[in-house]
């Protein structure tokens, strides 16, 4: 027995994963090196200045497709799917809530190039702002006298529309009572002792 117990001192039976310390050292170092180097690219350069906020100068167009029918196909172009597709973006939006959600969210400003803040307003911009709001509310609306006026001319068109109907109904039913009157010989209708066939009705 002495000799197994010799000679099981010099085999590793304890099935455990020896580690080299001075190779994870060097790794963790490497890591740190790279994560420095890449820190310092991001932020070598001047910061990015985005533009402040400002109003669309085009209508959000949510009603254009509204009704119509569109057969989808998983192999369609994201533009031809279903749902509201954001050029900028290159996504998909499926319903109008969200469309609006999306085209003023902070994802899609970022994409356009505009910061999420709005640029500070100065004194005499607000000035001006309500002094337009001022003679906008000034400019006089409908007088009662106009909606008279405006009630009257449609009431004219109306009745207008309505003699023009009652014209044509008249003409077709001419055209139609023409078109129905058979062709009578004069001597057989002569013959059988009367004058057409019609009825009194005219």
Partial sequence: MSQSGNG???IDNTFR???DREEYLQRARDREAKEEARNKSKSSGPPVQ?????HRDYEVDLESRLGKTQVVTPIAPLS???GYYC???ECVVKDSANYLDHINGKKHQRALGMSMRSERATLEQVQQRFEV?????DTPGFTEQDFD??????QQEEEERKRQRREKKKEKKKEKAVEEEPEIDPDVAAMMGFGGFGSSKK
């Fill in 8 to 10: 099981a001192a010099g």
């Fill in 17 to 19: 994963k020896k580690f």
């Fill in 50 to 54: 985005r533009k402040p906020l400002k």
């Fill in 80 to 82: 031809q799917q279903a």
């Fill in 87 to 89: 050029s900028v973006c």
């Fill in 133 to 137: 709001l001022k003679k906008r509310k």
């Fill in 149 to 154: 006026e405006r009630i009257l001319k449609q």
